[in-house]
């Protein structure tokens, strides 16, 4: 099992990239939030296997604290959310689906590309995942500006996070609890205003869609 | 060419021909009995073949003789790719020819050669089917080498054999990228051999068919080659998945003892991925044509991201 | 030590307890004790440095030097007289109604906690922490630009949101990236993100790491320093609060990011023994500078005007930290100090002119210095300081700033006088007739408070003038300190 870890670890890095990939494609909001939750329970596991692996204890509380955060809580608000607001099911794209695709691959092979040098001087066991965690976090900021409505755009924002995280775990073995504690409380404190927020969207303009708040521009 | 690899390809070709029908009877009777319909009997595509065999053929008046001959070209096609995939043993006289490039072009022969054939006739439904078939091939197929690509990057080689040998024989590890492939391959073969979502076997609407257009004008024993055609397809589909992913249980050259094991592990294997088959397309709904590109287009971009993850882990 | 207890314990206090009594109408006025309060300490807290030196604090998790004690001084100093501000101006927006009780509650925690969030930026010594205030300095300002409600505050809210949310990824992404490098010296524990400690083994760091991170570090911070082309959340976000909430978000928190920029870029320097760095900061400085100065031609809404002015000066601070050197830095030093002083002066006039006015359309803004001469005076004298007229303390920094860049980087020259010329204009161009001219505005309800305003104004003209002994060794010591 011990000899397995590394692969498994990169077994679940590549779960996460599947996943972030599945989410640029999807067009359902419902299922973007389940994509995400499998999202957080893959990096639960890999920070779990890692702590138990390297004997840290650290990544245990790391591993409990997004549990918590992205695999109990905010799933939990987004759902509330959207059954509060009558969110539709379909999601509007600024630009298809097939070459949102592409240019997520494009994507990818750049992350690839930037972290195939620097891995190689990691000292964790899975520096192989910074590639896989970069494309990850550039992959969530592609569903981020393509998206036009509010809720995708949030779920952007939370797997970015998710992707950060995930490096910070197999790169470093985790950063320092405090840090840990203080991302994770902005990460919480942020949803929470995304939540207000929304609801203040939906007050003003009847509708989540972004295009509602494109009207200060230069002239 | 040692008589045990003759042995075990002539039993791999006799098994390929028998239980390729009786593939398609156990999904569609899992499909039957997850939609809480009366299953039509394991063994009815047998009945089916029986009964098409007896019957005359019945030819178009402007019928040309590639009409006549594509069934039995497609019928080849498709018995060789059973051949050559590693089922029972990876120790096969074929083996040699067993590219993984090598085998997909026979099923792009078979595609190309049945596509000419919907469209000799001259009907509508016919240029409509052959058509959508292209569609769907001309961008399933480089999905496919992809996979098989990934799969080959690990080792070292297109062989067929020398890749089963090596995810099969090798110490247990676990290759991340074949996660990624697995499922660009699951949508391949969905779409390849007209399934749900992409396309429904049963229905002879107009707006829904791709396979069935094809064969609309066929008859007696050439309808009969071609049925038995796409189920050896199918089984074809399920060894290579098996192959790729699933590789334990296939004999190695010179262990006779191990082939006998091989064929029920082989059954084990297909039975199960028919549920799998059969439940998939139970919980999805058929997709419109023209997100079928979208569809196959991710399957491709996986198959690369699976590349991709192999050339930054370091594999091959 | 003590006193830096009490310079973050006060915000946080203030903030907890105006969540209760937020709504209040002494409400106010407790917002200007406590601010006061941080004020004080933080003088204090200046005291001790200049006394004994650099100090760590509590397990080395506070490292207080030369670079940060005037910043946080600055920062509670214009705390402070933005709280003197924001006393009046809130009242009569309550009598306009556009604020309710429970906003008002919002609006005077929120302020404690983003003062508390700042000082916390510049005084932790622990770079992963520095994030964490950072993004929580983010967090506790969005609440308050869509305080009003209106469609465009929203829309502002939003993006300031979303964009800084994004690019302080890129942050932490780049913070991971560094704590890598670190670890391979220092080994992984909570001590190796700490700034002393990566400062001595700057060398040590591994090149390939760090260049990447810097690359991350500065779109993340850079993002919210306001650097083009990352900037479009900073019109509409400084735009939209309420003017106390500008005055803070132009004044204050630019500078907390360049702060944090600078830190990174002394570590890189060190690492890197290249100059990569302050390449791209001169690039992106002068990118920025060029930008802002084209929509300040076209703007007609002031307070965003003022916004593309500060994403302008911030473009120049980062251009002077990127040529390195003792004037240079000198130079941005002394820069960040006076444009947060007159930027926010600016700021407060200009709140109390669009309050008479009704509008923040420039056009619609005439002759405040007929109904109200202070008004008047203080935005047009307000204006000149910061476009760079002597004796004003911009005059010195800018004038340090081409000079030096005259003579190592004569290629920039050009580009920065045609900017700052076309800067000065437009704005001439659009201030003058609000000044001056005819009018139909009624006089306010309450008196402003402008003493904040004049006051600003007077520390501007004596920076330009002469600079005190110790702040002087002060810029001199933060400027060695920075190297290049």
Same mark, same amino acid.
Request: glycine content about 8%; charged content about 10%.
């Given at each position: 099992?011990?000899?397995?870890?590394?692969?498994?670890?990169?077994?679940?890095?590549?779960?996460?990239?599947?996943?972030?990939?599945?989410? %640029?494609?999807?067009?359902?909001?419902?299922?973007?939030?389940?994509?995400?939750?499998?999202?957080?329970?893959?990096?639960?596991?890999?920070?779990?296997?890692?702590?138990?692996?390297?004997?840290?204890?650290?990544?245990?509380?790391?591993?409990?604290?997004?549990?918590?955060?992205?695999?109990?809580?905010?799933?939990?608000?987004?759902?509330?959310?959207?059954?509060?607001?009558?969110?539709?099911?379909?999601?509007?794209?600024?630009?298809?689906?097939?070459?949102?695709?592409?240019?997520?691959?494009?994507?990818?092979?750049?992350?690839?590309?930037?972290?195939?040098?620097?891995?190689?001087?990691?000292?964790?066991?899975?520096?192989?995942?910074?590639?896989?965690?970069?494309?990850?976090?550039?992959?969530?900021?592609?569903?981020?500006?393509?998206?036009?409505?509010?809720?995708?755009?949030? %779920?952007?924002?939370?797997?970015?996070?998710?992707?950060?995280?995930?490096?910070?775990?197999?790169?470093?073995?985790?950063?320092?609890? %405090?840090?840990?504690?203080?991302?994770?409380?902005?990460?919480?404190?942020?949803?929470? %205003?995304?939540?207000?927020?929304?609801?203040?969207?939906?007050?003003?303009?009847?509708?989540?869609?972004?295009?509602?708040?494109?009207?200060?521009?230069?002239? | 060419?040692?008589?045990?690899?003759?042995?075990?390809?002539?039993?791999?070709?006799?098994?390929?021909?028998?239980?390729?029908?009786?593939?398609?009877?156990?999904?569609?009777?899992? #499909?039957? #009995?997850?939609?809480?319909?009366?299953?039509?009997?394991?063994?009815?595509?047998?009945?089916?073949?029986?009964?098409?065999?007896?019957?005359?053929?019945?030819?178009?008046?402007?019928?040309?003789?590639?009409?006549?001959?594509?069934?039995?070209?497609?019928?080849?096609?498709?018995?060789?790719?059973?051949?050559?995939?590693?089922?029972?043993?990876?120790?096969?006289?074929?083996?040699?020819?067993?590219?993984?490039?090598?085998?997909?072009?026979?099923?792009?022969?078979? #595609?190309?050669?049945?596509?000419?054939?919907?469209?000799?006739?001259?009907?509508?439904?016919?240029?409509?089917?052959?058509?959508?078939?292209?569609?769907?091939?001309?961008?399933?197929?480089?999905?496919?080498?992809?996979?098989?690509?990934?799969?080959?990057?690990?080792?070292?080689?297109?062989?067929?054999?020398?890749?089963?040998?090596?995810?099969?024989?090798?110490?247990?590890?676990?290759?991340?990228?074949?996660?990624?492939?697995?499922?660009?391959?699951?949508?391949?073969?969905?779409?390849?051999?007209? #399934?749900?979502?992409?396309?429904?076997?049963?229905?002879?609407?107009?707006?829904?068919?791709?396979?069935?257009?094809?064969?609309?004008?066929?008859?007696?024993?050439?309808?009969?080659?071609?049925? &038995?055609?796409?189920?050896?397809?199918?089984?074809?589909?399920?060894?290579?998945?098996?192959?790729?992913?699933?590789? &334990?249980?296939?004999?190695?050259?010179?262990?006779?003892?191990?082939?006998?094991?091989?064929?029920?592990?082989? =059954?084990?294997?297909?039975?199960?991925?028919?549920?799998?088959?059969?439940?998939?397309?139970?919980?999805?709904?058929?997709?419109? =044509?023209?997100?079928?590109?979208?569809?196959?287009?991710?399957?491709?971009?996986?198959?690369?991201?699976?590349?991709?993850?192999? =050339?930054?882990?370091?594999?091959? | 030590?003590?006193?830096?207890?009490?310079?973050?314990? /006060?915000?946080?206090?203030?903030?907890?307890?105006?969540?209760?009594?937020?709504?209040?109408?002494?409400?106010?006025?407790?917002?200007?004790? /406590?601010?006061?309060?941080?004020?004080?300490?933080?003088?204090?807290?200046?005291?001790?440095?200049?006394?004994?030196?650099?100090?760590?604090? +509590?397990?080395?998790?506070?490292?207080?030097?030369?670079?940060?004690?005037?910043?946080?001084?600055?920062?509670?100093?214009?705390?402070?007289?933005?709280?003197?501000?924001?006393?009046?101006?809130?009242?009569?927006?309550?009598?306009?109604?556009?604020?309710?009780?429970?906003?008002?509650?919002?609006?005077?925690?929120? $302020?404690?906690?983003?003062?508390?969030?700042?000082?916390?930026?510049?005084?932790?010594?622990?770079?992963?922490?520095? +994030?964490?205030?950072?993004?929580?300095?983010?967090?506790?300002?969005?609440?308050?630009?869509?305080?009003?409600?209106?469609?465009?505050?929203?829309?502002?809210?939003?993006?300031?949101?979303?964009?800084?949310?994004?690019?302080?990824?890129?942050?932490?992404?780049?913070?991971?990236?560094?704590?890598?490098?670190?670890?391979?010296?220092?080994?992984?524990?909570?001590?190796? !993100?700490? +700034?002393?400690?990566?400062?001595?083994?700057?060398?040590?760091?591994?090149?390939?790491?760090?260049?990447?991170?810097?690359?991350?570090?500065?779109?993340? $911070?850079?993002?919210?320093?306001?650097?083009?082309?990352?900037?479009? +959340?900073?019109?509409?976000?400084?735009?939209?609060?309420?003017?106390?909430?500008?005055?803070?978000?132009?004044?204050?928190?630019?500078?907390?990011?360049?702060?944090?920029?600078?830190?990174?870029?002394? !570590?890189?320097?060190?690492?890197?023994?290249?100059? !990569?760095?302050?390449?791209?900061?001169?690039?992106?400085?002068?990118?920025?500078?060029?930008?802002?100065?084209?929509?300040?031609?076209?703007?007609?809404?002031?307070?965003?005007?003022?916004? $593309?002015?500060?994403?302008?000066?911030?473009?120049?601070?980062?251009?002077?930290?990127?040529?390195?050197?003792?004037?240079?830095?000198?130079?941005?030093?002394?820069?960040?100090?006076?444009?947060?002083?007159?930027?926010?002066?600016?700021?407060?006039?200009?709140?109390?002119?669009?309050?008479?006015?009704?509008?923040?359309?420039?056009?619609?803004?005439?002759?405040?210095?007929?109904?109200?001469?202070?008004?008047?005076?203080?935005?047009?004298?307000?204006?000149?300081?910061?476009?760079?007229?002597?004796?004003?303390?911009?005059?010195?920094?800018?004038?340090?700033?081409?000079?030096?860049?005259?003579?190592?980087?004569?290629?920039?020259?050009?580009?920065?006088?045609?900017?700052?010329?076309?800067?000065?204009?437009?704005?001439?161009?659009?201030?003058?007739?609000?000044?001056?001219?005819?009018?139909?505005?009624?006089?306010?309800?309450?008196?402003?408070?402008?003493?904040?305003?004049?006051?600003?104004?007077?520390?501007?003209?004596?920076?330009?003038? $002469?600079?005190?002994?110790?702040?002087?060794?002060?810029?001199?010591?933060?400027?060695?300190?920075?190297?290049?």
């Amino acid at each position: 099992m011990i000899k397995l870890a590394p692969q498994l670890i990169n077994l679940f890095a590549t779960l996460i990239l599947m996943l972030s990939f599945a989410m %640029i494609s999807q067009r359902r909001v419902v299922s973007l939030i389940n994509l995400f939750t499998i999202q957080g329970a893959a990096l639960v596991a890999a920070s779990v296997l890692l702590g138990y692996v390297t004997n840290q204890p650290d990544l245990y509380v790391s591993a409990a604290l997004t549990l918590v955060l992205k695999v109990v809580f905010i799933p939990w608000m987004l759902h509330r959310v959207i059954r509060k607001l009558n969110v539709r099911w379909d999601v509007d794209t600024l630009i298809n689906i097939p070459t949102t695709m592409l240019v997520g691959i494009a994507l990818v092979i750049f992350s690839f590309s930037l972290a195939l040098p620097i891995s190689r001087l990691s000292t964790s066991m899975a520096g192989g995942s910074l590639g896989i965690a970069l494309a990850c976090v550039l992959l969530a900021f592609l569903m981020m500006i393509t998206r036009s409505k509010a809720v995708p755009q949030v %779920i952007g924002f939370l797997s970015m996070e998710n992707g950060l995280i995930f490096a910070a775990t197999t790169v470093t073995n985790g950063m320092p609890m %405090i840090v840990e504690f203080g991302i994770a409380l902005d990460v919480l404190v942020g949803v929470l %205003i995304l939540g207000v927020f929304m609801f203040q969207i939906r007050e003003k303009f009847d509708s989540l869609d972004i295009h509602n708040l494109e009207t200060l521009k230069e002239d | 060419m040692s008589w045990l690899g003759l042995l075990s390809q002539l039993m791999a070709i006799v098994m390929a021909l028998v239980m390729a029908p009786l593939l398609s009877g156990w999904v569609n009777q899992w #499909r039957a #009995r997850l939609q809480n319909k009366s299953a039509p009997g394991l063994l009815q595509p047998y009945r089916v073949l029986h009964k098409l065999f007896n019957k005359e053929s019945v030819l178009a008046e402007h019928a040309s003789a590639l009409f006549r001959m594509v069934p039995y070209i497609v019928f080849g096609c498709m018995l060789l790719a059973s051949a050559i995939i590693p089922t029972l043993s990876t120790d096969l006289p074929l083996s040699p020819a067993a590219d993984a490039i090598a085998l997909v072009g026979l099923f792009a022969l078979a #595609r190309v050669f049945i596509s000419l054939a919907a469209m000799d006739v001259g009907t509508a439904f016919g240029s409509l089917g052959a058509r959508r078939e292209m569609l769907v091939g001309f961008l399933a197929e480089p999905a496919l080498l992809m996979v098989l690509f990934c799969a080959s990057m690990i080792s070292r080689s297109t062989s067929l054999t020398t890749i089963v040998e090596t995810l099969a024989h090798r110490e247990l590890a676990i290759y991340p990228s074949l996660l990624v492939a697995g499922v660009a391959f699951a949508m391949v073969s969905l779409a390849e051999n007209a #399934r749900v979502p992409v396309d429904n076997p049963d229905t002879h609407l107009e707006l829904t068919m791709i396979h069935e257009a094809m064969i609309l004008e066929y008859s007696g024993r050439h309808l009969a080659l071609l049925e &038995w055609a796409a189920s050896l397809k199918l089984f074809a589909y399920s060894c290579i998945g098996l192959a790729l992913f699933f590789p &334990w249980g296939v004999a190695e050259a010179n262990a006779p003892l191990a082939l006998l094991l091989a064929l029920p592990v082989l =059954i084990i294997k297909l039975a199960i991925g028919g549920v799998f088959l059969a439940l998939i397309e139970t919980l999805s709904a058929k997709m419109r =044509i023209f997100r079928v590109p979208e569809f196959l287009g991710t399957a491709f971009l996986l198959a690369v991201i699976g590349l991709l993850v192999n =050339i930054l882990l370091g594999v091959g | 030590m003590s006193t830096l207890f009490f310079v973050l314990g /006060f915000p946080l206090l203030g903030g907890a307890v105006l969540a209760l009594v937020g709504h209040r109408p002494y409400a106010r006025d407790i917002n200007v004790a /406590f601010s006061l309060g941080t004020f004080v300490a933080a003088c204090v807290l200046t005291a001790e440095i200049i006394a004994d030196g650099p100090i760590l604090v +509590w397990h080395d998790q506070f490292f207080i030097d030369p670079l940060n004690v005037f910043m946080v001084t600055l920062t509670a100093f214009v705390g402070m007289t933005t709280a003197i501000f924001s006393r009046p101006y809130m009242r009569i927006e309550q009598d306009h109604g556009k604020m309710t009780p429970p906003r008002m509650r919002l609006y005077h925690s929120m $302020y404690q906690l983003f003062s508390f969030t700042m000082l916390l930026g510049f005084t932790t010594n622990n770079l992963g922490i520095l +994030w964490v205030a950072m993004e929580a300095a983010t967090l506790s300002t969005v609440l308050l630009v869509s305080v009003y409600r209106t469609a465009a505050s929203l829309e502002a809210a939003w993006k300031y949101f979303i964009l800084c949310g994004v690019g302080i990824a890129q942050a932490l992404f780049g913070t991971v990236l560094l704590y890598m490098a670190a670890e391979k010296v220092l080994g992984p524990h909570g001590a190796t !993100l700490l +700034w002393t400690n990566l400062d001595a083994i700057k060398g040590q760091l591994d090149p390939s790491i760090i260049t990447l991170a810097f690359a991350f570090l500065l779109i993340g $911070y850079g993002t919210k320093v306001g650097m083009v082309p990352l900037h479009s +959340w900073l019109p509409d976000a400084h735009a939209e609060g309420p003017t106390p909430v500008s005055a803070v978000l132009s004044g204050l928190l630019l500078n907390v990011a360049m702060y944090a920029l600078l830190r990174c870029k002394v !570590l890189t320097d060190g690492a890197l023994q290249n100059q !990569l760095a302050g390449q791209l900061m001169m690039g992106f400085g002068l990118l920025s500078v060029v930008v802002a100065t084209f929509f300040i031609s076209r703007q007609k809404d002031v307070k965003r005007m003022f916004s $593309y002015s500060s994403i302008e000066h911030m473009g120049l601070i980062t251009f002077a930290f990127g040529m390195g050197g003792p004037v240079a830095n000198f130079a941005g030093l002394l820069h960040m100090t006076v444009h947060s002083l007159i930027k926010s002066a600016i700021f407060f006039a200009v709140g109390h002119a669009t309050q008479k006015a009704g509008t923040q359309v420039m056009s619609e803004i005439r002759g405040l210095i007929k109904v109200n001469p202070t008004i008047g005076w203080g935005l047009i004298l307000g204006v000149m300081a910061i476009l760079g007229m002597p004796p004003f303390g911009v005059f010195a920094s800018e004038f340090l700033i081409l000079t030096t860049a005259m003579r190592e980087q004569p290629w920039a020259a050009p580009f920065l006088f045609v900017s700052l010329g076309v800067a000065f204009a437009s704005m001439m161009i659009r201030v003058l007739p609000m000044v001056f001219g005819e009018t139909t505005l009624k006089p306010l309800a309450h008196p402003p408070a402008l003493v904040p305003v004049f006051v600003h104004l007077g520390l501007g003209l004596v920076l330009g003038l $002469y600079i005190p002994p110790y702040l002087n060794a002060w810029y001199v010591e933060a400027a060695r300190m920075l190297g290049g």
